[in-house]
């Protein structure tokens, strides 16, 4: 695996003080946020946040991307950890056919079926990378912030430990919820405690 790796640089945020290291995989450029006192010899809190620009920069509220990294920013500020935003973006179809895919929702279809529509699996993603920053920054225990099945079946495959999985749970909106009701159904993502506390309806 060909990878560039950056030095590891200070960020400032709103949320607290982070440490950055950037990883360049083909034309994919990854980060990896390190809390001010990440420990990689403790159990790292970690987050793989897929990429969402819609969602993570302007706001879009069709989906729970931002408020799930927020979520997970504040988090390790609090609990010490890493967020890995993974650079994949659209579930690794890219933003044009990601905005195609929006547009097929617009008539219609679900998220899953856009995606397919379009002539690709429902989730395009790889994980290669995250392989490798979990390599990189020597972490052997992790707590994993997801609601993803996918992600917890691949990190299982690796040599590290997974102590707990720790549910991102927000609140859903008149705009996303048959988005977050297509992740349960058709991408089996674990929220059934979503529907608990926010008395998710299904219609």
Do not use: W
């Not at 408020?67 to 993974?86: D, F, P, R, T, W």
């Not at 020597?138 to 999985?165: G, H, S, Y």
């Amino acid at each position: 695996m060909n990878i560039i790796e950056s030095n590891i640089a200070n960020l400032p945020t709103k949320h607290g003080n982070f440490k950055i290291k950037a990883y360049k995989q083909n034309n994919q450029e990854h980060l990896a946020l390190m809390s001010e006192d990440f420990n990689p010899q403790a159990i790292v809190n970690l987050r793989i946040h897929s990429e969402c620009l819609t969602g993570d920069v302007f706001g879009s509220i069709k989906c729970d991307c931002q408020k799930q990294l927020e979520l997970a920013i504040a988090y390790i500020a609090k609990n010490s950890g890493l967020v890995i935003y993974h650079r994949q973006e659209g579930r690794n179809i890219g933003l044009l056919n990601k905005v195609n895919a929006y547009s097929l929702q617009d008539a219609g279809k679900n998220t899953v079926e856009a995606n397919l529509a379009l002539g690709f699996r429902e989730d395009e993603r790889e994980y290669s990378i995250v392989e490798y920053i979990l390599k990189d920054l020597e972490i052997k225990k992790i707590n994993v912030l997801t609601n993803n099945p996918a992600k917890m079946k691949f990190l299982e495959t690796l040599d590290v430990e997974i102590v707990e999985r720790i549910p991102t749970i927000v609140e859903p909106n008149c705009h996303n919820k048959n988005y977050l009701n297509t992740k349960k159904e058709d991408t089996i993502h674990f929220i059934h405690r979503f529907e608990e506390e926010f008395k998710f309806d299904k219609d």
